[in-house]
């Protein structure tokens, strides 16, 4: 086989793609795709010229002309599809936009497409409608007593250590892993891979990669690629020669040619090469390891499940809805049941906007049959809360950090994040530093234009599947012990828990988690023998706190309560404050045990969220934090501060 190594023939800026316009696209953040060519025996020198692009598009930038409406149970639309298409029909003709479209001087007429996996409908008009004319349709729509809900089908993008007690035994003989894939096992801004790969490497694990699909004949995936399905439903995005679903998950390539195809207002949409996003991704989770070839992957013995979603200009937001059901074990109409449910799911995707009922509603569903989603938190600098599906309840939101620990200047934060991963910091911390390296491509359009490469990208699209990855490591080593996979919202909780101290602590007012992901601190906490009160002392189970780093979105019913801990030093004033959302809280504190009401060190027992527990004279030693819900509240954080 011929060597695959560096070559300069292709640089790409993964485009901050969570615009807030009707498109879900792929979200790495402002960097560099490299291309390493099937060439010489000789590794070529790396060279990096990265193409700047904008880390923003303007909001709802783009038309539509499709809608997911869910009607009333028991209503005559519910079970009848005419009845559905008269309902569109005379909210087109009430909202006076009917003839008065981009179609012309031809009435727009509603069509029914399918049936969504979450049992809601799409309808696509005959003609694209602007922002304004799909707000009166809407608004029409809603009207109707036999609808129960309707959204505009909008479209996202890709979004662009502790050292080890031991040497790490697994050292893999990939020719490039040691020069390039920094985030993996740099102590400063790794994820503490090779020591987690000597206690798991993700046997038996699905991990599916919504995404723009895959390159599968590329050389260092080898068997461990699901044949997957192509779910995007509209040939213009897709680029193949229908509207249908397909099986397969090939990326087509999602190049655009022509300046402002897929949006014009503000400005154009640019002219720019395919971004082979998917296969990136797909690469951190589970590129071949120690076979000679290239790189590395997280949790290489794992199975990729691609799923496609993802094309020219973008996804739909239905596509992605039934893929998230279809990955995960459900049914969706038209599409054979999916033989490899998926334990994990990563989307590195996203748009403007809070999450919208069919995702949250899909996301759900795929939780319930316990898969646990891993998203991206997007790329905007701006507060995640603002995105989708970064925002949405019940998922891993993750933030971007740089080959230093700190975070990445386009990574979005707040109290959505939980957790973040290596994204890249882009040219400033330089080659191969400041880009996250996985396989790829260097062909500018489809397919065949080009051969086979290694890329260096960055974003949050980039940091999801380190996240995603260690999940599969995590519940491949908890099975391989004879015990039940954890739920998704005991996935969640253990990383948050064991992720490592930020090296460069976050601005307070860019939060973007716990910390960054450790994968063998995850996989030592889910192995961890259960303590045996009956003949030691156990330490209460907490989540730990990191200093400065605020715990958001907090919410929970009246009584309710939640532990927290955190590591203080002797004699610097230590402060625990809960703050922000609705409802009423008191904190409580003690050194060495869980508080009560009845016994602890200090409280703040003030009405609403805004209390503050402050030791002057700390003693060294682990402080455990309770956290009361005097009655129901929601989206508290609380903050540890030294």
Partial sequence: MAELTPDPRKTEEDFNVIEKNFRLTPLAGAVLAM?????????????????????????????????????????????????????????????????????????????????????ADLIKLSGKLDKAQLAKVVAEIKADPSVAEVQVDRMLRATDIKPAAITPQLVPDDPYYAQYQWHYNSATGGINAPAAWDVSQGEGIVVAV?????????????????????????SFVSRRASDERVPGALDYGDWNPVEGECYTDPEPSPVQDSSWHGTHVAGTIAEATNNGVGMAGVAHKATVLPVRVLGRCGGYTSDIADAIIWASGGSVEG????????????????????????????????????????????????????????????????????????????????????????????????????YVWQAGYDGATTPTSGAYTYMGMGGTSMASPHVAATVALVQSA?????????????????????????????PSSTPIGSGIVDAKAALDKALEEPCDADVEECAPSATVLTNKVAVGGLADAAGSERLYSFTAEAGKV???????????????????????????????????????????????GTYYIKLVGEAAYGSVSIVARQ
Wanted: aromatic fraction near 4%; hydrophobic fraction near 35%; charge should be positive.
């Fill in 35 to 119: 291309a390493l060519g099937v060439s010489s025996a000789h590794a070529a020198a790396p060279k990096l010229l990265v193409k700047e692009a904008s880390q923003s598009t303007p909001a709802n930038a783009a038309s539509s002309s499709r809608l997911i409406v869910r009607y009333k149970d028991g209503s005559s639309a519910a079970s009848s599809r005419a009845t559905k298409l008269s309902t569109v029909q005379s909210a087109l003709t009430r909202s006076g936009v009917a003839s008065s479209a981009r179609s012309g001087a031809v009435a727009l007429k509603a069509n029914y497409l399918r049936k969504l996996g979450i049992g």
């Fill in 210 to 234: 919504l995404d723009t699909g895959i390159l599968p004949d590329h050389p260092d995936f080898s068997g461990n690629l699901l044949q997957g399905y192509d779910f995007i439903s509209d």
């Fill in 335 to 434: 599409v054979p049941a999916n033989a490899n449910p998926a334990e994990v799911i990563n989307m590195s995707l996203g748009g403007g906007g809070s999450c919208d009922s069919v995702t949250q509603t899909a996301i759900n569903q795929a939780v319930s049959r316990g898969t646990a989603v891993v998203v991206a938190a997007g790329n905007s600098a701006d507060d995640a809360a603002n995105y989708s599906p970064a925002s949405c309840d019940d998922v891993i939101s993750v933030g971007a950090t740089r080959v230093t620990g700190g975070i990445a200047y386009y990574s979005n934060y707040g109290t959505k994040v939980d957790l973040s991963g290596p994204g890249g910091g882009g040219s400033v911390d330089g080659n191969p530093g400041g």
């Fill in 478 to 506: 908890v099975t391989a012990a004879g015990n039940a996979p954890l739920t998704p919202a005991a996935v969640e909780t253990l990383l948050k828990q064991t992720a490592r101290a930020f090296p460069v602590t976050p």
């Fill in 574 to 620: 230590l402060s625990f404050i809960a703050y922000g959302g609705s409802g009423n809280v008191s904190l409580y504190a003690s050194l060495g045990a869980a508080p009560t009401a009845s016994s602890h060190d200090a409280k703040s027992t003030r009405p609403g969220n805004s209390e503050t527990i402050r030791f002057t004279a700390p003693k060294a």
